[in-house]
């Protein structure tokens, strides 16, 4: 399964930006859980942006983002977006999707989690 993230760029403060992560698989038969985008500085860890629950679209935002940052997912395109607006220079990172999945494992009969990570795109905000 691959990961492929897009839609990064170089922006100036409050504009607007829209990332996309496409699955080379269906969402549905790859039984994912939770959609989530993090993202990462040289200077910081991975974080998390925000995420969104398969079961009941549950979502969560980092406090940094919130008001200003919305994901969603469009299963019939095996794709998750991260909209974002008004942009500011410290969302300047690395931006990932990752995809947390529960894969059936015939041999013990048992459900095991598998995480599946985008390659990153590059969110360069100017001020």
């Known amino acids: 399964v691959q990961l492929r993230a897009s839609g990064g760029g170089s922006v100036q403060a409050g504009d607007s930006l829209r990332l996309s992560c496409v699955a080379s698989q269906s969402l549905t038969f790859l039984n994912v859980k939770t959609f989530a985008w993090y993202r990462q500085t040289p200077e910081k860890e991975r974080e998390l942006v925000a995420s969104v629950t398969t079961a009941r679209g549950e979502t969560s935002y980092a406090d940094s983002v919130k008001g200003r940052f919305t994901i969603s997912r469009d299963d019939i395109r095996n794709s998750v977006y991260l909209d974002m607006n008004n942009l500011k220079p410290e969302d300047t990172a690395v931006y990932y999707c990752?995809?947390?999945?529960?894969?059936?494992?015939?041999?013990?009969?048992?459900?095991?989690?598998?995480?599946?990570w985008g390659q990153g795109t590059l969110v360069t905000v100017s001020s």
């Open positions: 990752k995809f947390e999945a529960l894969v059936y494992d015939q041999t013990f009969g048992i459900y095991n989690p598998r995480n599946y």
